[in-house]
């Protein structure tokens, strides 16, 4: 076999053929001698896992298919749907928010009525009958400092009434029992003197009587008392219900209490 060099100025990649070929004779006959070039791929296999580098593009272009712009009337549609999702969800199912208008009413002697509004101008999302007598309850008031407890029976089942939706409740007046209390439905007489009190903000008196409600006459004066109240919401078995004093002055303070037991 032939030594062969190479003594040209590709001396480098001649090498490198020398290094991944063999050149071998074939023997046809006597006389005549080829040379044979052979490959050799295991040393080429090698020397390439060690020397080859691969370079890869900064910036890979993505494979991910164009994003298709929605029209405009669709993304408008779409913001005021997830617009008045947030708002249901904000809101308090019952209709109440965290301040709420309360209004306690009812004839000298008669029961007193309390009911909840969100405004004054809407049907009250709250409202029951007392069994305590109005006079009763204005005696307390004068002591400046009444709290009514209002607790009805947890049912064993899961999906029950909402908490301001139960019927009936055990009433407590400065921790004394006080009977019991009643969900009413908003009917035309309730509704009429709270139409009468809607200018009014705030404040405590007595509306004038109209011979055309039943029952003036023999259960006396009709008494109102106005106020804005703070509502506290501590879980669905429990909320309560804070007067707002605007001018921090120790006037009669107020406070309601709804409770799950």
């Excluded at 298709?68 to 008045?84: C, D, I, T």
């Excluded at 899961?158 to 939706?165: D, T």
């Amino acid at each position: 076999m032939k030594k062969i060099t190479a003594k040209t100025s590709h001396d480098s990649s001649f090498s490198f053929s020398r290094r991944y070929f063999n050149w071998k004779k074939k023997f046809e006959d006597d006389n005549n001698e080829e040379e044979i070039l052979t490959f050799s791929s295991s040393h080429f296999c090698e020397e390439e896992e060690d020397q080859l580098t691969i370079q890869v593009p900064a910036e890979v272009p993505s494979a991910r298919a164009p994003r298709k712009k929605l029209p405009a009337v669709a993304v408008s549609k779409l913001r005021s749907a997830l617009a008045v999702f947030g708002k249901n969800r904000s809101a308090d199912r019952s209709g109440l928010g965290t301040k709420v208008i309360g209004t306690l009413f009812g004839y000298r002697r008669g029961h007193v009525h309390f009911a909840f509004q969100d405004d004054a101008k809407l049907s009250p999302a709250f409202l029951i009958e007392l069994a305590t007598p109005t006079s009763v309850l204005v005696r307390e008031m004068a002591s400046g400092l009444v709290r009514i407890a209002l607790e009805c029976e947890k049912k064993t089942e899961k999906k029950g009434p909402k908490l301001l939706e139960e019927p009936l409740w055990r009433t407590y007046c400065n921790g004394k029992k006080c009977g019991y209390a009643m969900r009413r439905e908003c009917g035309p007489v309730e509704w009429k003197v709270l139409k009468a009190l809607e200018p009014i903000s705030m404040g405590a008196g007595v509306l004038p009587c109209n011979g055309d409600v039943d029952g003036v006459g023999s259960e006396g004066e009709l008494m109102y008392m106005r106020a804005r109240f703070e509502r506290v919401v501590g879980s669905k078995d429990s909320e309560a219900f804070y007067m707002m004093n605007p001018d921090g002055s120790g006037g009669p303070e107020l406070s309601v209490y709804l409770l799950r037991v």
